[in-house]
């Protein structure tokens, strides 16, 4: 019988068996109970694991995303791809009641509105983390394309977000306060006098 390796950082809350730093999974190998955040923070592997996903959280938070061709303020340094992400719901046959009778009698469908912002939210953020897995800073010229497939009584909305994922970098403006100031002939920077 081999001896375990490992120095003993906690016990299982349930059978209070050694959980080693080693230790290469989220549950008690004795018990299967899942072990809590606390206990995983002092295994390295998987403080490690959660720092690594918290730095990629940060990454993807920052991306920026605009249906603009271009973004204020920056300047393009690299088109890197045409990235895509896809988003589809399945409408629940409350939902689709619920709906019809806004059809009916007029007004806006909450459910609908509510299922429409949730698939835009989720193929954005997908859209960020692809952008993220290839070293983009921002998605531009984002297209959000909507459509509707239903048929034997059951009803699915599909969305595709597609865009270009581009490195950018600030325009330097000399100190002024935006890149508008820093074009001698802008119209825009000409007084009314």
Not at 51 to 56: C, H, I, T, V
Request: with cysteine; aromatic share 6%.
């Amino acid at each position: 019988m081999t001896e375990p390796k490992g120095v003993v950082v906690a016990k299982c809350p349930k059978c209070f068996a050694p959980i080693r730093d080693d230790h290469p999974y989220t549950w008690c190998s004795k018990c299967s109970k899942k072990l809590p955040e606390d206990i995983k923070a002092l295994i390295p592997a998987f403080s490690k694991h959660i720092n690594e996903k918290k730095e990629a959280d940060e990454r993807i938070t920052k991306i920026i995303v605009t249906t603009a061709p271009m973004l204020e303020g920056f300047r393009v340094v690299k088109t890197l791809d045409i990235i895509t992400s896809e988003c589809v719901s399945g409408v629940n046959i409350f939902n689709d009641i619920l709906t019809s009778l806004s059809d009916v009698f007029g007004g806006r469908s909450g459910t609908a509105q509510k299922t429409l912002r949730e698939a835009r939210q989720t193929c954005i953020y997908e859209l960020k983390r692809e952008a993220a897995s290839i070293g983009a800073d921002a998605v531009i010229a984002v297209d959000l394309d909507y459509s509707e497939i239903s048929g034997g009584g059951k009803s699915m909305l599909f969305l595709v977000a597609s865009g270009t994922a581009v490195k950018i970098e600030p325009i330097s403006t000399n100190g002024l306060e935006s890149p508008m100031d820093a074009a001698p002939n802008n119209s825009l920077n000409r007084s009314a006098s």
